[in-house]
């Protein structure tokens, strides 16, 4: 069965409304990182409608990945971006993407993500996420940042929050937990932690600031 994009719209519009459609139609949001938060967090935006994804990621799919990321066997070896790309068209031919297999720096990320209203900080190391929210926060002083802190292990998934930060951060996981300490990264709990990223995101970009 075809599906013309006027119809995939008035699905949304049926659901969300137009004019929360409309608005998330002309939004360009960033995501860093296209592992276990990354990948899911893309996922949750293109199902919402948001007009625009800019992905960047320097690594491939491995096996070990196919446990909690939104890759699938037959993609193993690809560039994440291009292979998440590819998954989100299958929800949303129209979905326009913007990809960037590199490694991210203080250097090219301003560049990279210069038109994004929204940066998703989804990287897996401490020191990468902390050079992102810092390079974002000094050079793209229009952008508001969403990252994840603490989402590791088997924990009760009620203590994953968003947390407003700053004037332009918000943490969203438990703050604390991480695979040194827990040991383990599980599906259930990441894709938790990724729908409060994705959710924050929906609400910027409809205006509202309240974690």
């Known amino acids: ?44 935006l293109a199902r919402l409608g948001v007009g625009k994804l800019v992905l960047a990621d320097f690594d491939r799919v491995d096996v070990t990945n196919l446990h909690r990321q939104q890759y699938f066997a037959e993609q193993l070896g690809r560039y994440k971006t291009d292979a998440l790309a590819e998954t989100l068209r299958r929800i949303d031919p129209w979905l326009s ?3 960037h297999p590199v490694r ?4 090219n990320l ?17 020191e990468e996420k902390a050079m992102l929210i810092e390079t974002a926060l000094t ?6 940042v969403v990252s994840g802190s ?26 604390e937990t991480d695979v040194a300490t827990s040991g383990s990264l599980t599906a259930s709990r990441v894709s938790v ?5 994705a959710h924050m995101v ?10």
């Open 104 to 107: 991210l720096t203080p250097e």
């Open 1 to 44: 069965m075809a599906l013309s994009r006027e119809e995939l719209r008035r699905a949304r519009v049926e659901r969300q409304g137009e004019a929360v459609v409309r608005q998330l139609e002309s939004a360009v949001v960033g995501i860093a990182g296209l592992g276990g938060l990354g990948s899911h967090i893309a996922v949750s």
């Open 202 to 211: 929906l609400r910027l970009l409809l205006g509202d600031e309240t974690p």
């Open 193 to 197: 932690c990724a729908g409060h990223q």
């Open 139 to 144: 050079e793209l002083p229009h952008t508001v």
């Open 110 to 126: 301003p560049e990279i993500f210069a038109g994004c209203s929204v940066l998703c900080e989804a990287f897996d190391r401490p």
């Open 150 to 175: 603490g989402m590791a292990g088997t924990g009760s998934a009620n203590t994953i929050q968003t947390v407003r930060a700053m004037n332009r951060l918000y943490l969203c996981g438990d703050g």
């Open 97 to 99: 993407c913007e990809l």
